[in-house]
């Protein structure tokens, strides 16, 4: 037998009495979308290093995305598998552009073949660690 999941509901969940929940994560969600919208026009407008507060504005973005994904998940619980979802891919960007901009940061005059050459360089003068267990069958790691 096979269960069908109840369709989504607008409606405010009253008989679960979890409507002041409802209001203060939204509001929350409202709020953390007006700061960054304020912080976003601000780097916007003063631009003095393009592109590292190109990343900047990326990394901004990373409260009002969990703050939906956290009001979506008590306004719709049903849904609360794709929010999470929707949040771990966001997050996985946003380490990707935090490490761009770390590497924009230490080197803002270089092109991009010069920073992968000069980052590859680097790897290559690290000492190599031994794995601590479980890891230790991989074995080492630069």
Known sequence: MTQVSEPLSWDLPEDR????VW?????????????????YVLHKR???????????????????????CGAGSIVFPNCTV?????????????VYNFVELLIAYFTPYATEQ????????LCKKMDKVKAKPPCCCMGTLH
């Not at 209001?23 to 912080?39: A, D, G, H, N, R």
């Not at 592109?51 to 901004?60: A, D, N, P, S």
């Open 114 to 121: 010069v920073r992968i050459k000069n980052l590859e360089a």
């Open 23 to 39: 209001y203060i994560s939204i509001f929350c969600m409202i709020v953390s979308i007006l700061l960054t919208l304020k912080e």
């Open 46 to 68: 003063f631009e003095n290093h393009p592109k590292v507060q190109h990343y900047m504005q990326r990394l901004l973005l990373t409260m009002p995305v969990y703050g939906i």
């Open 17 to 20: 009495g979890l409507k002041w």
């Open 82 to 94: 794709q929010f999470i979802l929707i949040r771990q891919s966001f997050q996985a960007y946003m």
